[in-house]
T-cell receptor
Framework: AQTVTQSQPEMSVQEAETVTLSCTYD???????LFWYKQPPSRQMILVIR??????QNATENRFSVNFQKAAKSFSLKISDSQLGDTAMYFC???????????FGTGTRLKVLA | KAGVTQTPRYLIKTRGQQVTLSCSPI?????VSWYQQTPGQGLQFLFE???????NKGNFPGRFSGRQFSNSRSEMNVSTLELGDSALYLC???????????FGPGTRLTVL
């Protein structure tokens, strides 16, 4: 079975500091895509970052970057210079190439402290 | 392009009733997925539709059903509502090809 595990239910970080959210996944497929989504309190889920599994280079989007370790099936999200607006639930997910069934983790609730 | 829209945004029902939720995907997206989100269970996959066909289904009882129309709009129906069905129901659409899903704002269902 394909699964995604986020082992940190809750985390907190001081404003301007760096925090890393962990995600591991399990699949026997070789071609897939990985995602981090952000769901702010009472607001819509939006994409933070996307990684193609066939690319070795880690994806970055401004203050957000990933550490993708394909062999270890690990996909962590690093948030640099944390801002109050980063307070949200973060979900890790993947989809196998050619399919439309997205597998989500249980989420990590991140709180950025002033 | 307009984003994914869901109606209604809020619903209050009583046990035993049924409810229908609607989702309009982003134009051109043929895949629509539904999720149930609760504080204790996280994001639970309900089902996925593509070109009017249900291709993937999560582990939910038969009281949960859905359909997709030729214009890709989708509805989900929950019959014989139970207190435990209270949740945020999210709809997401995708163009496929490994692209991300785009989520709607959700419908918050409260069952009394």
């Amino acid at each position: 079975a394909q699964t995604v595990t986020q082992s940190q239910p809750e985390m907190s970080v001081q404003e301007a500091e760096t925090v890393t959210l962990s995600c591991t996944y399990d699949t026997s497929e070789n071609n897939y895509y990985l995602f981090w989504y952000k769901q702010p309190p009472s607001r819509q889920m939006i994409l933070v970052i996307r990684q193609e599994a066939y690319k070795q280079q880690n994806a970055t989007e401004n203050r957000f970057s990933v550490n993708f370790q394909k062999a270890a099936k690990s996909f962590s999200l690093k948030i640099s210079d944390s801002q109050l607006g980063d307070t949200a639930m973060y979900f890790c997910a993947f989809v196998t190439s050619g399919t439309y069934k997205y597998i989500f983790g249980t989420g990590t609730r991140l709180k950025v402290l002033a | 392009k307009a984003g994914v829209t869901q109606t209604p945004r809020y619903l209050i029902k009583t046990r035993g009733q049924q409810v229908t939720l609607s989702c309009s995907p982003i134009s051109g997206h043929r895949s629509v997925s539904w999720y149930q989100q609760t504080p204790g269970q996280g994001l639970q996959f309900l089902f996925e539709y593509f070109s009017e066909t249900q291709r993937n289904k999560g582990n939910f009882p038969g009281r949960f059903s859905g359909r997709q129309f030729s214009n890709s709009r989708s509805e989900m129906n929950v019959s014989t509502l139970e207190l435990g069905d209270s949740a945020l129901y999210l709809c997401a659409s995708s163009p496929g090809g490994g692209n991300e899903q785009f989520f709607g704002p959700g419908t918050r269902l409260t069952v009394l």
